[in-house]
């Protein structure tokens, strides 16, 4: 008897719309603070962990913002005493022999004590202090910076789950790594209900959602694997709020990836996002280390690269970028006036009511009407 395989319809960013709301609010009325285990953050946007957007210095620009950077435990921050100098030789490489050196800088070995003094770097400016790891090196190097002073730690991979087959003795455990540091533990990323539940179940406190969506990641192209950011986003927050129904406890959700434009930041929330990850709007920022160049955490792999370095130019400061004036009209400056804006017209006066606003299927979304802006006539 043939099997038949149903395909499930899935939505990205460009295919929906946010309906109006029956009533408005003023912007400046509304509130966009989201916590993690009591730590509250004011603008609801964390730093990716890439080298190009993680020193400890763009940590104190982002927390002026009001926002939170995270910077990468495996990145040079820990592997140079001078990491700027790391940085700088990945952003002068050519097109034709990037990868190479990326693989060459990221072998050199991590330093432990780096760790610690990055750490102190970060605090000295006056912001929160969260790092990243992969599960891998997690129980090895998490506490370390968790003793140091690092307030939160996010456990990341290209795919995560809370069951995980491997020929190691014993592999991550969440439950036994939480008894290890007494900080907020955010883990990602994961794209589905099932895997969202599981991972919450674990006793985690953050969850990160995207498979392959940032622009600096190829994963969706070299391996296939991904799930469009909105559903991602609905599926997982369907699981924080079933599972908060059960037990009492929230879990945050964050869409990591993808998103480039105020548009995209209120869809994220819209869709049940607490907050979102973004790396190359960063990147773009005068602040940024390195300088309108960006790269994933997972280039360096020296078998299967599966980022790619993306010259995304340098477009404004982090102020633009999050609170403007805009000097541009196609979105990608004052993030968070959008989404003020948008929670005004939709009558949301926080981040949880933004979850409850309609989202309807729009394909046409970014091109009705818009033939002169896209010089179509």
Known sequence: MVRLRELRRTYGFDEVAIAPGAITVNPE????EFSI???TIETPVLGSAMDAVASPAFAGEMHKQGAMSVMNLEGVQTRYDDPQQAIDEIAAATNENV????????SVPIKENLIGERVEEIKKTGAHCAVSVTPALTKSLGPLAVEAGAEMLVVQSTVTTARHSSNSAKGLQFPELLEMVN????????VGYAVATEIMETGIHGLLVGVGPGAACTTREVTGV???QVTATMDCAQARDDYFGKTGKYIPIITDGGIRTGGELCKAIASGA???????????SIEAPAKGFNWGMASPHPALPRGTRVKVGTKGTLEQLFFGPSSVSNG??????????CMGMVGAMNIREMHEVEIVVAPSIKTEGKHYQLGLT
């Open 226 to 228: 991904g799930v469009p």
């Open 99 to 106: 990868t190479s050196v990326m693989q060459r800088i990221y």
């Open 183 to 190: 900080v907020p533990v955010v883990v990602g990323n994961c």
């Open 274 to 284: 607490d907050a979102v990850m973004i790396g190359t709007p960063l990147a773009q």
């Open 37 to 39: 285990s009591g730590m």
């Open 332 to 341: 990608t400056q004052n993030l968070i006036g959008a989404l003020k804006a």
């Open 29 to 32: 009325m509304v509130d966009t």
